[in-house]
């Protein structure tokens, strides 16, 4: 079974400041997908980016950006020029590629706070 | 984008009543969908996975009989909690793979909060 882990319960950054949020996890499956989802208050789950294992180019979506680390099992996030509607709870996930049948395996979590 | 929908967005019942979630794709087909618990300020936990025309895959732990799954067409999976106690009072999400979609995304509905007093 896969396992991962979210080491950082809560941060707090200035607005503008850029911001890492560590992951790790374990498996034994050599092709996967790793997730980092944001959750706000109103608890809808929103895709923030998506790393595919087999890809050894890190995943950007505007200002947020990974880096991973297939051998060190790391994922981290990035948040660059961080904005207040940043805050929230932030999970880091994971997917095996069991033809399309695997549920996620979520991190704890880690509440990001960004401060005005 | 693609979306689910969940109702009741929240619903308040007595002990050792049943309660009946539905999860819905809106506009694309889901042969699978995923049901998940939230306690509060905790982590999402994956209770089953919910396959069209067949039966539900429960996780280790996840009592089957109590919480009842079925996913009788492409757009709809229902969780019904049965004799339901306040440790069942939780956040459930469902989620949904859409079949169309390549790697396939799996897009969450807005969860619905039971109390259950």
């Known amino acids: 079974a896969q396992t991962v882990t979210q080491s950082q319960p809560e941060m707090s950054v200035q607005e503008a400041e850029t911001v890492t949020l560590s992951c790790t996890y374990d498996t034994s499956e050599s092709n996967y997908y790793l997730f980092w989802y944001k959750q706000p208050p109103s608890r809808q789950m929103i895709l923030v980016i998506r790393?595919?294992?087999?890809?050894?180019q890190n995943a950007t979506e505007n200002r947020f950006s990974v880096n991973f680390q297939k051998a060190a099992k790391s994922f981290s996030l990035k948040i660059s020029d961080s904005q207040l509607g940043d805050t929230a709870m932030y999970f880091c996930a994971f997917r095996g590629s069991g033809g399309g049948a695997d549920g996620l395996t979520f991190g704890k979590g880690t509440h990001l706070i960004i401060q005005p | 984008g693609a979306v689910v929908s969940q109702h009741p967005s929240w619903v308040i019942c007595k002990s050792g009543t049943s309660v009946k979630i539905e999860c819905r794709s809106l506009?694309?087909?889901?042969?699978?969908m995923f049901w998940y618990r939230q306690f509060p300020k905790q982590s999402l936990m994956l209770m089953a996975t919910s396959n069209e025309g067949s039966k539900a895959t429960y996780e280790q732990g996840v009592e089957k009989d109590k919480f009842l799954i079925n996913h009788a067409s492409l757009t709809l999976s229902t969780l019904t909690v049965t004799s339901a106690h306040p440790e069942d009072s939780s956040f459930y999400i469902c989620?949904?793979?859409?079949?169309?979609?390549?790697?396939?995304?799996?897009?969450f509905g807005p969860g619905t909060r039971l109390t259950v007093t």
């Open positions: 989620s949904a793979r859409d079949l169309g979609t390549v790697p396939y995304e799996q897009y």
């Open positions: 506009d694309f087909q889901a042969t699978t």
């Open positions: 790393q595919e294992a087999y890809k050894q």
